[in-house]
């Protein structure tokens, strides 16, 4: 990408999913070369681990070396942290996952995402105070937070004007029902395209994958894609790093779609 315009990465959730045998890996690719293959042919995969239960800083070490230069995991924060009615008293899960060794990836350490409940309203002071609870760094290497919302109390002007003040952006969910915020903040965009289909051989309809590498630039350029819902001020403009992820529906054809999309953005 130009210097008027940030990196954009395309990948999926995870890399151990059997029905990927034959579809995206070769039948007899080892499983221990899973990771290496799928990070050959994508440029970011999410971590949904994370999430359920810590990992040593030997496992962050294996995955890192695992991938090519450039290459660039996203990593969901604990359940711990953000499963509770008052999300503010979540410090102790942070700081442990914080310490657990994430800074063993080094630079193939991307966003951390902190994925909320979608019984989890807003509640302007208390998630405040939780984003205060995000460390800038760790380690010396400089650590990216990113919130996914998934109750319509976000979708107002507040609650992109406390991201702002915080410089965390927010998730644009493409969801059947999530909702969608598509207002920049801070440095960086993640997007987690959530609407594909098995029985589109690339998980997206061709004509989709086009408008989807098209907003992906559009972000990375520093812009807002005119087809998507924003709620709060305009952003202002600067280029964006972009990290978009095919993920649950149409999980057999996500690897696909997302290479079509890593396609797309090439040519």
């Known amino acids: 990408m130009s210097k008027t315009s940030g990196t954009i990465r395309c990948g999926i959730g995870g890399w151990i999913f059997e029905p990927w045998r034959g579809t995206f890996y070769p039948e007899k690719l080892p499983k221990t070369k899973e990771l290496a293959y799928a990070a050959e042919h994508l440029t970011s995969i ?14 962050f070490r294996k995955w890192a070396s695992e991938t090519p230069d450039g290459f660039v995991f996203s990593l969901k924060g604990p359940r711990y942290a953000v499963n509770r009615r008052v999300v503010a008293e979540g410090g102790d899960s942070v700081r442990r996952f914080i310490e657990s060794g994430i800074t063993e990836m080094g630079d193939r350490l991307g966003p951390i995402l902190w994925q909320f409940a979608p019984t989890k309203r807003f509640d302007e002071a208390d998630f405040e105070a939780f984003l205060e609870l995000l460390p800038k760094e760790a380690d010396g290497l400089r650590l990216r937070h990113v ?8 979708c107002v002007p507040e609650f992109v004007a406390l991201l702002r003040r915080h410089e965390i952006p927010v998730v644009y969910a493409d969801h059947a029902s999530y909702p969608a915020i598509a207002d920049p903040i801070g440095d960086f965009v993640y997007a987690r395209l959530q609407t594909g289909r098995d029985d589109v ?45 095919v993920i649950h529906e149409g999980k057999v054809r996500a690897p696909a779609a997302a290479m079509e999309l890593i396609a797309r953005l090439s040519s």
């Open 46 to 59: 999410e971590i949904n681990g994370t999430f359920y239960r810590s990992q040593s800083p030997a496992t």
């Open 201 to 245: 051989a690339t998980g997206y309809e061709p004509a989709a994958l086009d408008a989807w590498s098209e907003r992906l630039k559009v972000w990375a350029g520093g812009g807002v894609p005119e087809d998507l819902p924003t709620v709060g001020e305009p952003a202002d403009r600067r280029p964006r790093d972009v990290f978009a992820y």
């Open 147 to 154: 919130v996914e919302v998934r109750h319509p109390s976000f």
